[in-house]
Nanobody, 124 residues
Framework: QVQLVESGGGLVQAGGSLRLSCAAS????????MGWFRQAPGKEREFVAA????????SYADSVKGRFTISRDNAKNMVDLQMNSLKPEDTAVYYC?????????????????WGQGTQVTVSS
């Protein structure tokens, strides 16, 4: 069983920054890729970023590329998402997710455990 707990959400003005963290339980954390997704009201949950098990390869949605950075610390079972230059359209509930394998894809169905989500609100 894996448990994921996100933290770090909040209210920020456009152009500001937030850092989200995800604490994971489970001794096999380092074997799996991890991802961040987000869901705005009335919209589908969408991919934001992913990082492979080793941390050496990352991928991002085009909408956040160059502004967001995903990182992980396997010794601490943590995955972070640094969000800079935030825009009102980044407003959403952000979810941390564990991949079914070590690759980390942009497809929701390839993730099997999810956190409860943390709200990010960007004001204009």
């Amino acid at each position: 069983q894996v448990q994921l707990v996100e933290s770090g959400g909040g209210l920020v003005q456009a152009g500001g920054s937030l850092r989200l963290s995800c604490a994971a339980s489970g001794r096999t954390f380092s074997s799996y890729a991890m991802g961040w997704f987000r869901q705005a009201p009335g919209k589908e949950r969408e991919f934001v970023a992913a990082i492979r098990w080793s941390g050496g390869i990352t991928s991002y949605a085009d909408s956040v590329k160059g502004r967001f950075t995903i990182s992980r610390d396997n010794a601490k079972n943590m995955v972070d998402l640094q969000m800079n230059s935030l825009k009102p359209e980044d407003t959403a509930v952000y979810y941390c997710a564990k991949s079914r394998d070590g690759v980390g894809r942009a497809i929701r169905q390839t993730y099997d455990y999810w956190g409860q989500g943390t709200q990010v609100t960007v004001s204009s």
